[in-house]
């Protein structure tokens, strides 16, 4: 996975269809998304429930692209191997999941994985800086994680720019969850945002069977990230 800051969209398959992921992630793929972020929930750290690992290593042949795991699980530390084991590129765990995040970091950084910090809306990207060598990618929440289809929160935005400040020449992509649209797409972007995470942005519309309105919606959210 060779770093880059252009701009990457990462459809949620939280808003695929559940009973057609392989499809789905053909079909998202094949219309030019470049990651495939895969929600997981517990119904504990977040009041909703999603997927473990068997499903995302059920998925896991589906996606040629870089699979993306965005963990709102707590405690964390007891899944790491198991996510590693499903074979996915990057585990993304929540400042807010633990008292211990600098251990979490460390134990998904020595599965070989890359390693994501996430940071809920209420919480300040000071947070970051103590563990930014152990960091691959810092995931911004611009909603409250649980659900697709939420509002994106605009006080946001400072809090991306200070990051992308923070962050300087060092190798960490900015994430963007929650609330993605072509209306929001350039506001990250100017801030310093290289990944967009957007589910009911990309599917709304579409379906297996209409993929072609997957590709407009990814194409409609690159070009306004990419006017930015
Ligand atoms: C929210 C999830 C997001 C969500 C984004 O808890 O982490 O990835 O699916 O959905 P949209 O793009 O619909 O806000
Ligand atoms: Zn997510």
Not at 92 to 112: D, Y
Not at 150 to 179: C, N, T, V
Not at 185 to 212: N, R, T, W
């Amino acid at each position: 996975m060779p770093f880059d800051r252009k701009i990457k969209i990462a459809p949620s398959i939280l808003s695929a269809d559940f009973a057609n992921f392989g499809q789905e992630i053909r079909a998202i793929e094949d219309q030019g998304c470049d990651w495939v972020h895969v929600d997981v929930m517990d119904g504990h750290f977040v009041p909703n429930l999603t997927f473990g690992p068997a499903m995302c290593k059920a998925i896991r042949p589906h996606i040629r692209t870089v699979m993306d795991v965005h963990l709102m699980i707590a405690p964390v530390d007891p899944y790491i191997d198991a996510f590693a084991e499903a074979g996915v590129d990057i585990i993304t765990a929540h400042v807010e999941a633990g008292p211990h995040i600098h251990r979490t970091l460390q134990a998904i950084r020595a599965t070989g994985k890359k390693a994501g910090l996430a940071i809920n809306p209420g919480t300040p990207a000071d947070a970051v800086a103590p563990v930014m060598d152990l960091i691959d990618l810092v995931c911004v929440m611009t909603v409250n994680p649980g659900f697709g289809g939420q509002k994106f929160i605009h006080s946001q935005i400072d809090k991306i720019r200070s990051l992308r400040a923070m962050i300087g020449d060092r190798p960490i992509h900015i994430e963007i969850d929650g609330g993605i649209t072509p209306e929001t797409a350039p506001l990250v972007a100017a801030a310093g945002a290289d990944v967009l995470v957007a589910g009911s942005g990309v599917f709304s519309g579409g379906s297996v069977a209409k993929p072609e309105v997957y590709g407009q919606n990814i194409a409609a959210i690159r070009k306004a990230a990419e006017a930015a």
